[in-house]
């Protein structure tokens, strides 16, 4: 068996209080790795083509108000 199996045969046995407090961490885990990357991706330079993009966009007027 590996540790992903293991991993989800203990999340099924959890209690539903348990398994809201598991969605909860898991939500917090999740979104902390996600903004580290986020924040080395624009440490790095790669998020600068994407950005200019935009900015170009802004000032030609193809952008809309949501």
Do not use: H, N, Q, Y
Request: no cysteine; hydrophobic share 45%.
């Amino acid at each position: 068996m590996t540790k992903v199996e293991d991993i989800e045969r203990a999340i099924s046995a959890l209690a539903p209080a348990e398994l809201a407090k598991f969605r909860a961490w898991l939500d917090a885990f999740d979104a902390e790795r996600f903004d580290s990357r986020i924040a080395r991706d624009a440490a790095s330079g790669k998020l600068d083509r994407l950005g200019e993009a935009a900015i170009d966009d802004l000032k030609s007027g193809s952008v809309r108000e949501l």
